[in-house]
Structures are given as structure tokens and as C-alpha cells.
């Protein structure tokens, strides 16, 4: 881990253990920043991937108002994307351990109305990725491939969450086990991963695609998750910003300890 990310994970320490300081937050804050991260989210995650809807269009999306000029799958893609985070949020509630059947779970609704024959199905052909320096596993060893990313997560216990969250969602997109629904898929993971630990969900930012991409095959290719994890540590980062500057916490002196946290309560 280089100087700059080290100084940064300090950082993220510091304000989430003012923020955990502070629990429980006031319960219309919390509905009103989850409601706004959840938004940014959703139209960031999809924006990444080409999903056209602005900002402003995925909110009345979410509201069960149809944007003309936009395609039946992009508004599939803003529902589904919310129906998915409900499921992550559920599942961290419950404290459940990360399983395959979780995962298939995640991928079926993101993929639900969209193309419903591969939603939560691993893939039965061979795919390329444009742009990537690396080949996504043989269809045929991805039942393998899946087994072996759970007994990695299951012996990943002892690494700093945003460190373990950036390389859970790298494994999981370099083995890429679905024919379409991987990026999206993989930062819910990403998040899955994040919120569990009681930090605030890292939203990858749209314009910030290309040092996405960049810093993903780099990790592909070199196993070094250094650009990877830097880049999901800032989007912590912003969320915590988020937070704390709307609880008035920003300046709060950081505790020298802080409660455990079971779960991100968004």
C-alpha cells in the first residue's frame, strides 16, 4: 500500500469512528442522505455501463415515472439496480456470510426484465471484454473459478475492509461468470462488502470511468490492487464527507475508540 493510500485509510478510520461515535443518527437524516446515496448510486453504476438516464431522470425513474425518449431496459436498469440494493441491504441486516447463491441472487435482479434467460445463470459461452488486456475464465471452469473466489473472501478476514472490498469486486470482474451484469453486480458486491463492515457505500463516479477501467486491468493483469483500492478508498471517502458535513460532524474530534459497528445503516 503506497504512502498516499495508507494516509487516506487512516483518514477513512478516523471519520467513521466519529461517525459511529455518533450513533444512532437522527432517523430523518439517515432516510434523506440513504435515499441520496442510493439515487447517486444507481445512476452512476449504470452510467458507467452506457445507461443514458441523467441524474435527474433515474430520480423520477425511481419514482414509477416513465422518461420518454429512454428505452424499456433503461428504466429496467434504474428499478432493477435499486431492487438490488434493497436485496444487499438485507442481507447485511441479517449479517449473512457471502455465498455463490447470494451472488446468482444479486445478478438475477439486476438482470430481471432486461434478459431474464441469463439473469443470475453463469455464462455457457466464452466472452471477450473490449478494451481489457485480460480474458475472462473459460465458461467451463467458472463453477471452479466462483468456489474459489468464496475460500479466498472466507481467508481475506484479517485485511482492512476497503482494501478487501476493492479486491472481492477485482476477482470477481476478472472472472466476469455472466454473459452481461458483471460491472454492476461487482460494485454491489463492492458495497456488500463495505456496508457489512459499517462503512458508507463507495459510488464510483461515471466521470471517473477511464481511471476505473484503468485501475481495474491493471489489477487483471499485474495482481497489484494498489490504483484499484486507492480509487475505491476516495469513494468511501465522499460518502463519509457526505455524512458527516450534513450531521454537522465534519470538525468533531475522531474518538481514540469507537463502538463496533454490525452494518452500515444507510
Given at each position: 500500500?503506497?504512502?498516499?493510500?495508507?494516509?487516506?485509510?487512516?483518514?477513512?478510520?478516523?471519520?467513521?469512528?466519529?461517525?459511529?461515535?455518533?450513533?444512532?443518527?437522527?432517523?430523518?437524516?439517515?432516510?434523506?442522505?440513504?435515499?441520496?446515496?442510493?439515487l447517486?448510486?444507481t445512476?452512476?453504476?449504470?452510467?458507467?455501463?452506457?445507461?443514458?438516464?441523467?441524474?435527474?431522470?433515474?430520480?423520477?425513474?425511481?419514482?414509477?415515472?416513465?422518461?420518454?425518449g429512454?428505452?424499456?431496459r433503461?428504466?429496467?436498469e434504474?428499478?432493477?439496480?435499486?431492487?438490488?440494493?434493497?436485496?444487499?441491504?438485507?442481507?447485511?441486516?441479517?449479517?449473512?456470510?457471502?455465498?455463490?447463491?447470494?451472488?446468482?441472487?444479486?445478478?438475477?435482479?439486476?438482470?430481471?426484465?432486461?434478459?431474464?434467460?441469463?439473469?443470475?445463470?453463469?455464462?455457457?459461452?466464452?466472452?471477450?471484454?473490449?478494451?481489457?488486456?485480460?480474458?475472462?475464465?473459460?465458461?467451463?471452469?467458472?463453477?471452479?473459478?466462483?468456489?474459489?473466489?468464496?475460500?479466498?473472501?472466507?481467508?481475506?478476514?484479517?485485511?482492512?475492509?476497503?482494501?478487501?472490498?476493492?479486491?472481492?469486486?477485482?476477482?470477481?470482474?476478472?472472472?466476469?461468470?455472466?454473459?452481461?451484469?458483471n460491472?454492476?453486480?461487482?460494485?454491489?458486491?463492492?458495497?456488500?462488502?463495505?456496508?457489512?463492515?459499517?462503512?458508507?457505500?463507495?459510488?464510483?463516479?461515471?466521470?471517473?470511468?477511464?481511471?476505473?477501467?484503468?485501475?481495474?486491468?491493471?489489477a487483471?493483469?499485474?495482481?497489484?490492487?494498489g490504483?484499484?483500492?486507492r480509487l475505491?478508498?476516495?469513494?468511501?471517502?465522499?460518502?463519509?464527507?457526505?455524512?458527516l458535513?450534513?450531521?454537522?460532524l465534519?470538525?468533531?474530534?475522531?474518538?481514540?475508540?469507537?463502538?463496533?459497528?454490525?452494518?452500515?445503516r444507510?
Amino acid at each position: 500500500m503506497s504512502t498516499q493510500t495508507a494516509e487516506l485509510m487512516n483518514m477513512i478510520d478516523a471519520d467513521k469512528a466519529t461517525l459511529d461515535a455518533a450513533r444512532p443518527l437522527p432517523p430523518n437524516t439517515v432516510a434523506s442522505l440513504r435515499e441520496k446515496l442510493t439515487l447517486e448510486w444507481t445512476y452512476h453504476s449504470n452510467a458507467i455501463e452506457g445507461n443514458t438516464l441523467t441524474l435527474r431522470e433515474t430520480k423520477v425513474v425511481l419514482e414509477g415515472i416513465t422518461v420518454g425518449g429512454k428505452s424499456l431496459r433503461e428504466h429496467f436498469e434504474a428499478t432493477n439496480h435499486r431492487d438490488a440494493i434493497l436485496y444487499v441491504e438485507d442481507i447485511v441486516s441479517k449479517a449473512e456470510a457471502l455465498s455463490e447463491w447470494q451472488i446468482r441472487n444479486i445478478h438475477g435482479l439486476v438482470l430481471k426484465g432486461v434478459n431474464d434467460g441469463e439473469a443470475g445463470r453463469y455464462r455457457r459461452e466464452n466472452v471477450v471484454i473490449a478494451g481489457a488486456s485480460t480474458t475472462p475464465s473459460d465458461f467451463l471452469h467458472l463453477p471452479a473459478e466462483m468456489e474459489a473466489l468464496i475460500d479466498w473472501y472466507g481467508q481475506a478476514a484479517t485485511m482492512h475492509p476497503v482494501e478487501r472490498a476493492a479486491e472481492l469486486h477485482t476477482r470477481f470482474v476478472k472472472i466476469h461468470p455472466f454473459v452481461d451484469g458483471n460491472g454492476r453486480t461487482g460494485r454491489l458486491l463492492l458495497n456488500f462488502e463495505l456496508m457489512k463492515e459499517g462503512y458508507p457505500p463507495a459510488i464510483i463516479r461515471k466521470e471517473d470511468r477511464l481511471a476505473y477501467y484503468d485501475a481495474l486491468d491493471n489489477a487483471c493483469v499485474s495482481g497489484d490492487y494498489g490504483d484499484i483500492t486507492r480509487l475505491v478508498a476516495e469513494s468511501v471517502q465522499r460518502s463519509l464527507d457526505t455524512y458527516l458535513d450534513v450531521l454537522g460532524l465534519r470538525h468533531a474530534p475522531a474518538p481514540d475508540t469507537a463502538p463496533p459497528s454490525p452494518g452500515f445503516r444507510m
